[in-house]
């Protein structure tokens, strides 16, 4: 069983960067289909992006371009660049893993949550 611990939160202006890390324990990341979700107040969680564990990447629309997600299997860590964020970008951020299979951006298909990371994003 994997353990999840997301960092790098915090308060960024909008058009600058930011990098989420999501460190693992107890299990090799890379055996996993690993993602990134956020939840904004009053909103439900949203996919972001993911990247399965033969590498293949996939964001949500609204961060393409912006944001990379990326693994780095000697660290056994998750990543989440956050290049140009806008307001709309604020919310709590979330890594996940999951090892049975699935739709790679629904909520379901992830068993191990992180607690999340709250990033905010000032106009």
């Known amino acids: 069983q994997v353990q999840l611990v997301e960092s790098g939160g915090g308060l960024v202006q909008a058009g600058g960067s930011l990098r989420l890390s999501c460190v693992a324990s107890?299990?090799?990341?890379?055996?996993?289909?690993t993602a990134w979700f956020r939840q904004a107040p009053g909103k439900e969680r949203e996919f972001v992006a993911t990247?399965?564990?033969?590498?293949?990447?996939t964001l949500a629309n609204s961060v393409e371009g912006r944001f990379t997600i990326s693994r780095d299997d000697g660290k056994n860590t998750l990543y989440l660049q956050m290049n140009s964020p806008k307001p709309e970008d604020t919310a709590v951020y979330s890594c996940?893993?999951?090892?049975?299979?699935?739709?790679?951006?629904?909520?379901?298909?992830?068993?191990?949550w992180g607690q999340g990371t709250q990033v905010t994003v000032s106009s």
């Open positions: 990247i399965t564990w033969g590498s293949v990447t």
């Open positions: 996940a893993a999951g090892d049975k299979g699935g739709v790679v951006t629904e909520t379901g298909t992830y068993d191990y």
């Open positions: 107890g299990d090799t990341l890379g055996r996993y289909n």
